[in-house]
C-alpha cells in the first residue's frame, strides 16, 4: 500500500543540506569577523560607526548560525522520531 502523508509545500529533511551549508558558512563568517575584530580592535573602539558596524555583522551573522542550527537541529529531531517508531 502506498503510505499517505500529509499534503505540504515542502518536507524539512529535504532542506537539510542547506541548512548545514548555511551553519557552516555563518560560523565560518562569523569566525573571521571576530578576528578581524580582534586584530584591529583599538581602531574599532576608537570609532563609534566601527563599532556600529562591527555589532552589526556579528547580531546577523549570530542570527543566520542561529537559524541554521535550529532548522539542522529540527531535522535530526524528524530523524529521530522516525528512527524511533
Known amino acids: 500500500m502506498c503510505e499517505k502523508r500529509p499534503v505540504t509545500g515542502y518536507h524539512v529533511s529535504?532542506?537539510?543540506?542547506?541548512?548545514?551549508a548555511q551553519l557552516g558558512a555563518s560560523a565560518a563568517l562569523l569566525g573571521l569577523v571576530f578576528v578581524g575584530l580582534s586584530i584591529n580592535l583599538r581602531d574599532v573602539i576608537g570609532s563609534t560607526s566601527l563599532v556600529n558596524?562591527?555589532?552589526?555583522?556579528?547580531?546577523?551573522?549570530?542570527?543566520?548560525l542561529?537559524?541554521?542550527?535550529?532548522?539542522?537541529?529540527?531535522?535530526?529531531?524528524?530523524?529521530?522520531?522516525?528512527i524511533l517508531r
Open 66 to 82: 542561529v537559524a541554521a542550527y535550529a532548522a539542522a537541529i529540527s531535522n535530526a529531531w524528524v530523524l529521530l522520531i522516525e
Open 14 to 20: 529535504e532542506w537539510s543540506d542547506f541548512a548545514l
Open 53 to 64: 558596524r562591527a555589532a552589526e555583522a556579528v547580531i546577523a551573522l549570530a542570527g543566520v
